[in-house]
Protein backbone atom coordinates (compact mmCIF):
# COMPACT_ATOMS: atom_id res chain seq x y z
CA UNK A 1 0.00 0.00 0.00
CA UNK A 2 1.44 3.56 -1.17
CA UNK A 3 1.78 5.49 2.02
CA UNK A 4 0.70 9.29 0.90
CA UNK A 5 2.16 12.29 2.73
CA UNK A 6 1.21 16.05 2.37
CA UNK A 7 4.56 17.82 2.27
CA UNK A 8 5.08 22.15 2.10
CA UNK A 9 7.71 22.91 -0.57
CA UNK A 10 10.54 25.21 -0.42
CA UNK A 11 9.82 26.51 -4.14
CA UNK A 12 8.24 24.52 -7.48
CA UNK A 13 10.86 25.14 -10.07
CA UNK A 14 14.21 23.34 -10.16
CA UNK A 15 17.17 24.50 -12.40
CA UNK A 16 17.83 21.69 -15.09
CA UNK A 17 21.05 19.81 -14.68
CA UNK A 18 22.62 16.89 -16.39
CA UNK A 19 21.04 15.52 -19.31
CA UNK A 20 18.41 17.65 -19.33
CA UNK A 21 20.14 21.23 -19.75
CA UNK A 22 17.59 21.28 -22.95
CA UNK A 23 15.58 22.61 -20.40
CA UNK A 24 15.73 25.59 -17.84
CA UNK A 25 13.33 24.17 -15.29
CA UNK A 26 11.97 20.94 -14.07
CA UNK A 27 8.89 20.65 -11.68
CA UNK A 28 7.16 17.70 -9.88
CA UNK A 29 4.10 18.00 -8.89
CA UNK A 30 5.19 14.89 -6.36
CA UNK A 31 7.93 13.22 -4.71
CA UNK A 32 8.14 9.53 -5.50
CA UNK A 33 5.88 7.67 -7.41
CA UNK A 34 3.15 4.92 -6.48
CA UNK A 35 3.84 2.93 -10.12
CA UNK A 36 6.85 1.49 -8.65
CA UNK A 37 8.35 0.22 -12.30
CA UNK A 38 11.21 -1.58 -11.72
CA UNK A 39 12.79 0.41 -14.67
CA UNK A 40 12.55 3.90 -13.63
CA UNK A 41 15.77 5.17 -13.15
CA UNK A 42 14.71 7.54 -10.24
CA UNK A 43 15.00 4.90 -7.44
CA UNK A 44 18.42 5.19 -8.22
CA UNK A 45 18.86 9.04 -7.26
CA UNK A 46 19.33 10.27 -3.87
CA UNK A 47 15.13 11.18 -3.65
CA UNK A 48 14.60 6.89 -4.16
CA UNK A 49 17.93 6.12 -2.32
CA UNK A 50 17.67 7.58 0.77
CA UNK A 51 14.18 7.47 2.15
CA UNK A 52 14.44 4.35 3.51
CA UNK A 53 10.85 2.76 2.12
CA UNK A 54 10.43 1.00 -1.12
CA UNK A 55 10.01 3.21 -4.23
CA UNK A 56 6.80 2.58 -5.14
CA UNK A 57 5.76 2.15 -1.51
CA UNK A 58 5.44 5.81 -1.06
CA UNK A 59 4.13 9.21 -2.35
CA UNK A 60 4.94 12.84 -0.91
CA UNK A 61 2.15 15.80 -2.40
CA UNK A 62 3.42 18.83 -2.76
CA UNK A 63 0.45 21.51 -1.09
CA UNK A 64 0.00 24.07 -3.43
CA UNK A 65 -0.57 27.71 -2.64
CA UNK A 66 -0.95 29.14 -6.67
CA UNK A 67 -0.32 32.50 -5.00
CA UNK A 68 3.60 31.19 -3.93
CA UNK A 69 3.67 29.52 -7.32
CA UNK A 70 2.74 32.42 -9.46
CA UNK A 71 5.39 34.73 -7.66
CA UNK A 72 8.06 31.85 -8.07
CA UNK A 73 6.53 31.37 -11.81
CA UNK A 74 6.82 35.18 -12.39
CA UNK A 75 10.03 35.31 -11.58
CA UNK A 76 11.20 32.77 -13.80
CA UNK A 77 9.81 34.26 -16.95
CA UNK A 78 11.23 37.34 -16.02
CA UNK A 79 14.73 36.49 -15.93
CA UNK A 80 14.71 34.74 -19.67
CA UNK A 81 13.30 31.94 -21.55
CA UNK A 82 11.68 29.28 -19.82
CA UNK A 83 11.27 25.77 -20.94
CA UNK A 84 10.22 23.32 -18.54
CA UNK A 85 10.39 19.63 -18.14
CA UNK A 86 7.38 18.44 -16.14
CA UNK A 87 7.94 15.82 -14.61
CA UNK A 88 11.69 14.73 -14.25
CA UNK A 89 11.35 12.43 -11.35
CA UNK A 90 7.56 11.11 -10.73
CA UNK A 91 4.61 10.73 -12.58
CA UNK A 92 2.57 13.74 -12.92
CA UNK A 93 -1.06 11.83 -13.51
CA UNK A 94 -0.33 8.75 -11.24
CA UNK A 95 -3.23 7.86 -8.78
CA UNK A 96 -2.69 10.54 -6.23
CA UNK A 97 -3.29 13.42 -8.84
CA UNK A 98 -7.11 12.12 -8.84
CA UNK A 99 -7.27 13.51 -5.61
CA UNK A 100 -5.22 15.49 -4.95
CA UNK A 101 -5.06 17.49 -8.62
CA UNK A 102 -1.78 19.06 -7.98
CA UNK A 103 -0.95 18.75 -11.79
CA UNK A 104 -3.98 20.29 -12.84
CA UNK A 105 -3.41 23.37 -10.49
CA UNK A 106 0.14 23.81 -12.11
CA UNK A 107 -1.08 23.76 -15.28
CA UNK A 108 -4.32 26.49 -15.00
CA UNK A 109 -1.85 28.78 -13.46
CA UNK A 110 1.22 28.30 -16.16
CA UNK A 111 -1.52 28.44 -18.82
CA UNK A 112 -1.84 32.08 -17.61
CA UNK A 113 1.92 32.87 -18.75
CA UNK A 114 3.16 29.88 -20.61
CA UNK A 115 6.14 28.80 -20.96
CA UNK A 116 8.03 28.78 -24.19
CA UNK A 117 7.62 25.14 -23.89
CA UNK A 118 6.42 22.78 -21.69
CA UNK A 119 7.35 19.08 -22.05
CA UNK A 120 4.72 17.14 -20.05
CA UNK A 121 3.92 13.26 -20.24
CA UNK A 122 0.73 12.05 -21.84
CA UNK A 123 -2.21 11.90 -19.74
CA UNK A 124 -4.36 8.79 -19.97
CA UNK A 125 -7.00 11.70 -18.86
CA UNK A 126 -6.08 15.36 -20.15
CA UNK A 127 -6.27 18.22 -18.70
CA UNK A 128 -8.28 20.82 -20.69
CA UNK A 129 -6.91 23.80 -19.05
CA UNK A 130 -5.30 25.32 -22.04
CA UNK A 131 -7.69 28.42 -23.89
CA UNK A 132 -7.34 29.34 -27.56
CA UNK A 133 -5.56 32.39 -27.56
S1 LIG B 1 8.30 8.03 -12.35
FE1 LIG B 1 7.67 7.01 -14.24
S2 LIG B 1 9.13 5.33 -14.52
FE2 LIG B 1 9.30 6.03 -12.39
S3 LIG B 1 7.94 4.68 -11.22
FE3 LIG B 1 6.75 6.49 -11.81
S4 LIG B 1 5.74 5.96 -13.77
FE4 LIG B 1 7.38 4.48 -13.41
Redesign the pocket.
Known sequence: MTVTRLTKPAKWLNQAGGYLTVYSHTLNPYSG?????T?????RLPVGLFRRAE??DWVDVKSFDPGAFDREWSRALNAGEVTVFM?S???PY?PAEYRHGITRGLLERMAERPPAFLLL?AAIRPAPVCRPR
Open positions: CSFGCYCYVRWGAATDQP
